[in-house]
């Protein structure tokens, strides 16, 4: 069973930044695309960033410019660079490879692998 093991989140003031990393183990990390969800009190999961494992990227429209997804396959390992953090980025953030039809904003797709634990991003003054 594939494993994710989220890493970096924390507490940011308003315009901050935060590196999030993500460890994946148990499938060929450099053939998966990959992908960034984040959860808000209350809210659906939602896709917020994703990298093809020919490292092209996209992001969320509430993300765009901020965000920087990457990735290194040497070390089985996923990037999210996060800047001018705001309040409304106050979520878990999870990591998985994208699997099925999935598309920026949305939901997880039926028969995503399972989750980790996530981290928590909290952006307060």
């Known amino acids: 069973q594939v494993q994710f093991v989220e890493s970096g989140g924390g507490l940011v003031q308003p315009g901050g930044s935060l590196r999030l990393s993500c460890a994946a183990s148990r499938i060929i990390f450099r053939l998966a695309h990959m992908g960034w969800y984040r959860q808000a009190p209350g809210k659906q999961r939602e896709l917020v960033a994703t990298i093809t494992n020919g490292g092209s990227t996209a992001y969320a429209d509430s993300v765009k410019g901020r965000f920087t997804i990457s990735r290194d396959n040497a070390k089985n390992t996923m990037y999210l660079q996060m800047n001018s953090l705001k309040p409304e980025d106050t979520a878990v953030f999870y990591c998985?490879?994208?699997?099925?039809?999935?598309?920026?904003?949305?939901?997880?797709?039926?028969?995503?692998?399972?989750w980790g634990q996530g981290t928590q991003v909290t952006v307060s003054s």
């Open positions: 998985n490879r994208l699997i099925g039809r999935y598309y920026l904003g949305g939901p997880p797709p039926l028969g995503t692998d399972s």
